[in-house]
């Protein structure tokens, strides 16, 4: 088993839509929980950043962590297409310096 | 800003080849990182480092090696190019363990 599941994709989706992403996770030992969106041929960034359970929420972006279920989500709300591109979650515990990542899903805002 | 920079956005070598990666941050990080990036299989961690000079294999460190001589600056080396090593690699760097890493633009390279 994977220690990430996420799906590839791709997800296409009209602009203005609210988009979902998610990944599960099997290492209950995870506490902190990163989303981060590459444009093609470019670098990750970092678009949130939570650590152990609860919501944040940046913009049109929200994060979501729920450690009971090992889920983690990201919505988009009133998408857009510069939205377009992969997202990538990724989680780690404070101990070490592993951070896992998902395998990123593939993500078209249609205008 | 963190910023993290890569020597060459794009490379073409043959095989057989030495070839280096270097990588640049400006924010006195203590952790710097290189994965690669194949489709499907996300990123992959091929070597670590958290301090200068001292270095931990990654998941996937057969055929690269590393140095750190200085604390902004990380390199990935190569030693004898093969097709299979064609890929997207990416440096990032963090300030401690569990903190947030943040990436260079990456390195297209293309071994013939």
């Known amino acids: 088993q994977k220690e990430v599941e996420q799906d590839p994709g791709p997800l296409s989706v009209p602009e203005g839509a609210i988009v979902s992403l998610n990944c599960t996770y099997s290492?209950?030992?995870?506490?902190?929980f990163m989303w981060y969106r590459q444009y093609s041929r470019k670098g990750p960034e970092l678009l949130m950043y939570?650590?152990?359970?609860g919501n944040k929420e940046d913009g049109r972006f929200t994060a979501q962590v729920d450690k009971s279920s090992k889920y983690i989500s990201l919505f988009i709300r009133d998408s857009q297409p510069s939205d377009s591109a992969t997202y990538l979650c990724a989680m780690g515990n404070t101990g070490g310096f592993k951070t896992i990542f998902g395998a990123g899903t593939r993500l078209f805002v249609k205008a | 800003d963190v910023k993290v920079t890569q020597s060459s956005r794009y490379l073409v070598k043959r095989t057989g080849e030495k070839v280096f990666l270097e990588c640049v941050q400006d924010m006195d990080h203590e952790n710097m990182f290189w994965y690669r990036q194949d489709p499907g299989l996300g990123l992959r961690l091929i070597y670590f480092s958290y301090d200068v000079k001292m270095k931990e294999k990654g998941d996937i460190p057969e055929g690269y090696s590393v140095s750190r001589e200085k604390k902004e600056r990380f390199s990935l080396i190569l030693e004898s190019a093969s097709t299979n090593q064609t890929s997207m690699y990416l440096c990032a760097s963090s300030v401690g363990q569990g903190e947030t890493q943040y990436f260079g633009p990456g390195t297209r390279l293309l071994v013939l």
């Open positions: 939570t650590y152990s359970s």
């Open positions: 290492n209950s030992a995870f506490q902190y």
